[in-house]
């Protein structure tokens, strides 16, 4: 798993680290990094290194000396390089110094127009992690005259650094350079960020355990369930959806076909769309009640089965049976209207909801706002439950403080009837016994790449996706053993 560190815990240990560390030494190595990679940006989009221009963005803090430092380096190589200066009084001593002894220019920033309009590459060191707000003025003037691609320091300038938000004028990066440690805003925002590279500068012993965990592929394809010789269809786990209803079947047909495909165990299907269900997918074990449906490892309730009383029975009882819950889609504006049907909960057993933004400020009174981490925290910690809130960077919590972040592969899976899919594969997962945090994180995962898969670049229906998933399992199980 990928750690990242909110800002506050970066600085605790860059200030720990530089405490036995010799003066200058962490800057000069990431520095020397965000060069390397400056390099390498100029070679893939002006053909070469040497003669190519770059401009510096350079603010008052120590990410302006990351640039500046680098820039320095960027001389040795032949590089044409001219620092504008956002605060001239304040820009990093020695890194200007050293920019001046290589041969740079230096510049105010508000003379800086035709430089950054001639520039091969533009390095974005105005702030990096004590940024606070969108980007002032005197930075975000310079905007409008940036047409080459921009490398970020550390982050891309004017997004927020923990919560990725944007409120205002902001870099977006085609690359970014980062040291030491993953920053919230590269999961939350990676659309700022472009492809994000991490540097190391010795900080992983100062770090402590992570504040925030991303999944990648071998862990997705480590806890995909694999039945094994002993296993039946009963044992790798059945899976129970209560979803659709006679007039919008839809829902049901989605979520039980996703949990079909992500699992070689059982699926059971109760409600009115029974029919339509077999019908699609006829190795569905298909009854028109959760109270007939038999034994289930866990439910997955809520995908268009309506916030009347009956929609309120199902839920009711399938929270009584003692396993875990998914509680999605219309299930979630039960919980929000009628709190009460959580007392039917077998106390201890998981709960997984799993809203959207709008779901979300039903459920707990407010929008998730733009520290989308801390709202499903608190809404976990309420619910006693895992918290999957979707989204561009869907944010995975857990009751005790765990949050996993899974950043969309592009928007194409924002499509009617994309959660379904998401929910019916989460219960195979929560049948099959994986922690609910854990399984939360793997659908979500499995259920991005499925979308890019399908999608390559035009819509794709929810369908596509659940056609998809078989490739994507395929493909994080084949990357996963390599
Ligand atoms: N510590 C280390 O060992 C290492 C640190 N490293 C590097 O240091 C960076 C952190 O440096 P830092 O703490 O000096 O602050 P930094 O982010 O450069 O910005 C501070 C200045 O920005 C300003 N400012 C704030 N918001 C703004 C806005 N919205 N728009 C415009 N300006 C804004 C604010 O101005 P003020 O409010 O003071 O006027 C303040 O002066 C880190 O990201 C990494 O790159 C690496 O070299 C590795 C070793
Ligand atoms: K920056």
Redesign the pocket.
């Known amino acids: 798993m990928q750690g990242i560190w909110i800002?506050e815990r970066?600085?605790d240990a860059?200030?720990r680290?530089?405490a036995v560390?010799p003066e200058g030494a962490?800057?000069y190595?990431?520095?020397f990094g965000l060069a390397v990679h400056a390099a390498e940006m100029l070679k893939e989009h002006a053909g070469r290194v040497a003669g190519r221009r770059v401009a510096l963005l350079v603010?008052?803090?120590?990410?302006?000396?990351?640039a500046l430092?680098a820039g320095a380096f960027l001389r040795r190589r032949g590089v044409g390089v001219t620092a504008l200066l956002?605060?001239a009084d304040?820009a990093?001593p020695a890194g200007l110094a050293a920019l001046r002894r290589a041969g740079g220019r230096v510049l105010p920033a508000e003379d800086g127009a035709s430089v950054l309009e001639q520039a091969d590459l533009v390095i974005d060191?105005?702030?990096?992690?004590?940024?606070?707000?969108?980007?002032?003025p005197?930075?975000?003037n310079l905007l409008e005259h940036i047409s080459a691609p921009v490398l970020a320091?550390?982050?891309p300038?004017?997004v927020d650094?923990d919560t990725g938000t944007v409120d205002g004028p902001a870099i977006t990066a085609a690359r970014t350079v980062?040291?030491?440690a993953r920053k919230p805003v590269h999961v939350l925002n990676p659309a700022r960020c472009g492809d994000v590279d991490l540097v190391d500068?010795g900080?992983s012993g100062e770090l402590g355990e992570p504040d925030l965990l991303r999944l990648d592929t071998a862990d997705a394809a480590g806890a995909w369930p694999v039945p094994g010789p002993e296993d039946d269809k009963y044992t790798q786990g059945v899976v129970g959806i209560a979803a659709g209803s006679a007039a919008f079947p839809g829902a049901a047909v989605l979520a039980a076909g996703a949990a079909v495909r992500a699992t070689s165990g059982m699926v059971r299907y109760a409600g009115p769309a029974a029919d339509v269900v077999r019908d699609h997918w006829p190795e569905v074990v298909a009854t028109g009640s959760v109270f007939d449906a038999g034994r289930v490892q866990a439910w997955v309730v809520g995908p268009g089965i309506g916030t009347g009383r009956e929609g309120r029975e199902v839920l009711e009882h399938a929270l009584a049976q003692g396993v875990p819950v998914c509680a999605d889609a219309d299930a979630i504006t039960i919980i929000a209207n009628s709190p009460e049907v959580l007392d039917a909960r077998e106390p201890g057993t998981p709960l997984l909801l799993t809203p959207h933004a709008g779901e979300f400020e039903r459920l707990t009174g407010r929008p998730p706002g733009s520290d989308r981490v801390s709202a499903a925290r608190a809404a976990a910690a309420r619910f006693d439950a895992v918290l999957l809130l979707k989204g561009h960077c869907t944010v995975v919590a857990d009751a005790g403080g765990r949050v996993l972040v899974n950043p969309a592969r592009g928007s194409w899976p924002a499509t009617a009837g994309s959660g379904d899919v998401l929910s019916g594969m989460t219960g195979a997962l929560l049948a099959a016994r994986l922690d609910p945090w854990l399984a939360g994180g793997v659908a979500a995962y499995v259920h991005s790449l499925a979308a890019e898969r399908a999608a390559r670049g035009v819509p794709v229906p929810a369908s596509g996706i659940l056609d998809a998933i078989p490739e994507a399992v395929r493909t994080i199980r084949a990357l996963g053993q390599g």
């Open positions: 800002t970066i600085r860059e200030q680290l530089l560390t962490l800057m190595r990431a520095a603010g008052a803090g120590n990410n302006g000396g990351d430092w956002l605060a304040r990093h060191g105005i702030v990096g992690i004590s940024a606070s707000g969108p980007l002032r005197g930075a975000a320091v550390d982050l300038s004017g650094p980062t040291f030491g500068i900080l």
